[in-house]
């Protein structure tokens, strides 16, 4: 099974960037879907963003549209979230999963926008 590590969060000021970083071990990731979600204090995750084995098709969370892009390297067993634009209610643990459905899952990492 697959195990992931989330890097990348923090504290910035709205309108500000992050790029989040999700390096898979015990196995490739190459032949799976990846995606992110997160999860916002009080409230259930939620499904941010979701891309292709083959890097070809990208889906996001309407909340996030125009604002986030999801990329991977394969080569890197990494996937990344690239956020420009952020906003205090993007604050949350932002995790990283793979497969579709997501049958693995990261430990999360914080994402705090102050405003």
């Known amino acids: 099974q697959v195990q992931l590590a989330e890097s990348g969060g923090g504290l910035v000021q709205a309108g500000g960037s992050l790029r989040l970083s999700c390096a898979a071990s015990?196995?490739?990731?190459?032949?799976?879907?990846m995606g992110w979600f997160r999860q916002a204090p009080g409230k259930g995750r939620e499904f941010v963003s979701r891309?292709?084995?083959?890097?070809?098709?990208?889906t996001y969370a309407d909340s996030v549209k125009g604002r986030f892009s999801i990329s991977r390297d394969n080569a890197k067993n990494t996937v990344y979230l690239q956020m420009n634009d952020l906003k205090p209610e993007d604050t949350a643990v932002y995790y990283c999963?793979?497969?579709?459905?997501?049958?693995?899952w990261g430990q999360g990492t914080q994402v705090t926008v102050a405003s």
């Open positions: 891309i292709t084995s083959n890097s070809n098709y990208a």
């Open positions: 015990g196995r490739t990731i190459m032949s799976y879907t």
């Open positions: 999963a793979s497969g579709f459905p997501a049958t693995s």
